[in-house]
């Protein structure tokens, strides 16, 4: 008879952020797994800190390092999600994303060497920088950047060449997935509450600015075209990447998207306005709401570049993992609005 298998043991650095937290919360309602955490806060963890399976210390990659070495060597699956992944503070902080997204995760790469323990590590759909080609395919699309000045690719040059050592390890012998985000977008993506131009990301910067009465700023015009993926999709993927059911997601990349949620930022902002009409409290926001152009220059400075189009093929996911998005833009807008505008306490509610 053959012995139960003992649940898997999961370890989540950067547990309270976007990914991490959603992604704890979906573990513990639809697993058995036990889920260790670090991060430097809890605030999106603060419904599941009490949960007998998780178990959180607040903390710093880049301090506690002991901590985190026990924790790899009795883990069975470590996800490394701290980095800066915010295209200001690329500009801004060149040095600081380069010391946090590759150097201090470079460290807990080699841990994973060291302990043979599987590695789950977000790569990013930056890696494929400017490249012209339409859909993007994780193991035939090239990655084209521009000139050293542009500071701005300093966050996908990390990001690829720490891909390009997980897969150099991983002929070696280190087991690995990498996956690449496709603009996620939900409920904790940043808070919507803060006023302050540039501290979030696209979609939360928009739904903050019609908040607080301020004018959405298109970047170039807003010609830019994203296909945005709700949280739920790319949640329900990385539990199948980590379930690994007979090895499907093993030494493979696989970018996790939505091609059909792809919408020049211009209409996200159209989108996202029409959406505010459906809660009476902020009709008026959405009826004042102005849309701005301005500079990518004046924006987020001289050192910033664009990228134009950015859409997934998500082949690979599909035929590994039996796994595609299913929820489209404006549900996902929706769902991000109860959150944060109606207190609905929404959680994840795919299916396992």
Same mark, same amino acid.
């Given at each position: 008879? +053959? ?64 901590? %985190? ?5 009795? #883990?069975?699956?470590?996800? !490394?999600?701290?980095? %800066?992944?915010? !295209? ?19 460290? %807990?790469?080699?841990? #994973?060497? *060291? ?15 400017? =490249? ?8 035939? /699309? ?25 897969? @150099? ?8 997935? &990498? ?7 939900? !409920? ?19 739904? /903050? ?27 329900? =993927?990385?539990?199948?990447? %980590?379930?690994?059911?007979?090895? =499907? ?10 091609? +059909? +949620? +792809? ?6 902002? *159209? ?17 004042? @709401? ?26 690979? @996911?599909?035929?590994? &993992? ?28 795919? @299916?396992?």
């Amino acid at each position: 008879m +053959n012995e139960k298998q003992s649940p898997l043991k999961v370890l989540i650095l950067g547990a309270n952020g976007f990914i991490g937290s959603s992604l704890t919360s979906a573990m513990l309602r639809r697993t058995d797994w036990e889920v260790y955490g670090m991060d430097v806060g809890d605030h999106k963890l603060t419904h599941v800190l009490g949960h007998n399976r998780f178990h959180f210390v607040e903390g710093d990659i880049t301090i506690n390092r002991e901590w %985190i070495e026990y924790h790899v060597k009795k #883990c069975d699956v470590v996800i !490394p999600l701290v980095a %800066i992944a915010n !295209p200001a503070q690329y500009v801004k902080h060149p040095l600081r994303v380069f010391e946090l997204d590759f150097e201090a995760n470079l460290e %807990i790469v080699r841990k #994973c060497v *060291k302990y043979g323990k599987r590695l789950v590590f977000p790569s990013t759909s930056e890696v494929y920088g400017m =490249c012209p080609e339409e859909v993007l395919d994780e193991q035939a /699309s090239n990655m084209v950047y521009g000139p050293i000045d542009k500071q701005r690719w300093i966050y996908a040059a990390s990001k690829q060449l720490l891909d390009r050592v997980i897969y @150099a390890y991983g002929l070696e012998g280190l087991d690995y997935t &990498l996956f690449r985000p496709f603009n996620w977008i939900g !409920p904790k993506l940043d808070n919507v509450m803060e006023p302050k131009e540039g501290s979030s990301r696209l979609f939360t910067q928009f739904i /903050s600015n019609v908040i607080f009465k301020k004018p959405i700023q298109l970047v170039d015009g807003g010609s830019q075209s994203r296909s945005f993926t709700f949280i739920d999709d790319g949640v329900d =993927c990385l539990l199948k990447i %980590i379930e690994n059911k007979d090895g =499907c997601a093993s030494r493979k990349i696989f970018n996790i998207g939505n091609p +059909n +949620n +792809n919408v020049s930022v211009a209409d996200l902002a *159209k989108i996202i306005i029409e959406a505010f009409k459906h809660y009476p409290d902020y009709q008026e926001h959405a009826e004042q @709401a102005q849309v701005v152009s301005v500079s990518s220059q004046e924006y987020f400075g001289k050192y910033y570049q664009d990228i134009y189009t950015r859409v997934p093929s998500i082949e690979a @996911a599909k035929e590994a &993992l039996g796994w595609w998005p299913t929820v489209d833009l404006q549900t996902a807008i929706r769902r991000t609005l109860d959150y944060h505008l109606a207190h609905e306490d929404y959680e994840l509610t795919s @299916a396992a």
